[in-house]
């Protein structure tokens, strides 16, 4: 994706553990911030998204905060269960792409039992 | 309401061949987008259309052309498939761009 990075590239937890990961981007103007998650052979699918006027949203076990100033937004995954395991991706609209989405190279999440 | 809803889910072309994918929404959207998806890229957008009648280059839209049939219509063609074209491809609908993104459940194209 064009100038949003997504770190880290692999992720394993222990079940019950907190999973958090990190995107930067780089257009000051960008102004909806969605995370997608794409289990094994499916589509993606948008679990939560942010929109630039707003610091932080939640929902049940998953939340996503974001840092204007620093250009960063990130998703934290409480109490980590199986079913969590998936590549999750990182999105943002860039003034310069025309405010398509631009997408994070993803992160592949493994919870352990 | 079946969302968006792309064909054929697998295909196995000959390198130089060509092939249409096809993809519909039936959810009004305004914006249709076509992605590709290769291991460790994410997710990369080959040509999009941001309303009925418009169509616009992504990022890699070497070897590939769309069409916006209508409004519910987007496909998209390798005229000469090569083996670099051997991936995922997504085809997405949005009510505009800065919204969520609705993805079809994508189809595996092998070029030999």
């Known amino acids: 994706g064009e100038n949003v990075e997504q770190h880290p590239s692999t992720l394993s937890v222990q079940e019950g553990d907190s999973a958090v990961i990190k995107c930067t981007y780089s257009?000051?103007?960008?102004?909806?911030f969605p995370w997608y998650k794409q289990e094994l052979g499916k589509r993606p699918q948008l679990i939560i998204d942010?929109?630039?006027?707003?610091g932080e949203k939640k929902d049940q076990r998953i939340a996503v905060t974001l840092n204007k100033t620093a250009k960063h937004f990130s998703l934290h995954i409480t109490e980590t269960q199986p079913e969590d395991s998936a590549v999750y991706f990182c999105a943002a609209t860039l003034r310069s792409n025309d405010y398509k989405l631009s997408f994070g190279a993803g992160t592949t999440v493994t919870v352990r039992a | 309401n079946a969302g968006v809803t792309q064909t054929p889910k697998f295909q196995v072309l000959k390198t130089g061949q060509s092939m249409t994918l096809q993809c519909a929404q039936d959810?009004?959207?305004?914006?249709m987008y076509w992605y590709r998806q290769d291991p460790g890229m994410g997710l990369r957008l080959i040509y999009y259309s941001a309303s009925e009648g418009t169509t616009d280059k992504g990022e890699v839209p070497n070897g590939y052309n769309v069409s916006r049939l209508n409004k519910r219509e987007f496909s998209l063609r390798l005229e000469s498939a090569a083996p670099s074209q051997t991936s995922v491809y997504f085809c997405a609908s949005s009510e505009r761009g800065n919204y969520g993104y609705t993805f079809g459940s994508g189809t595996r194209l092998t070029v030999v």
């Open positions: 959810m009004n959207h305004n914006s």
């Open positions: 257009d000051s103007a960008s102004n909806y």
């Open positions: 942010i929109r630039s006027n707003v």
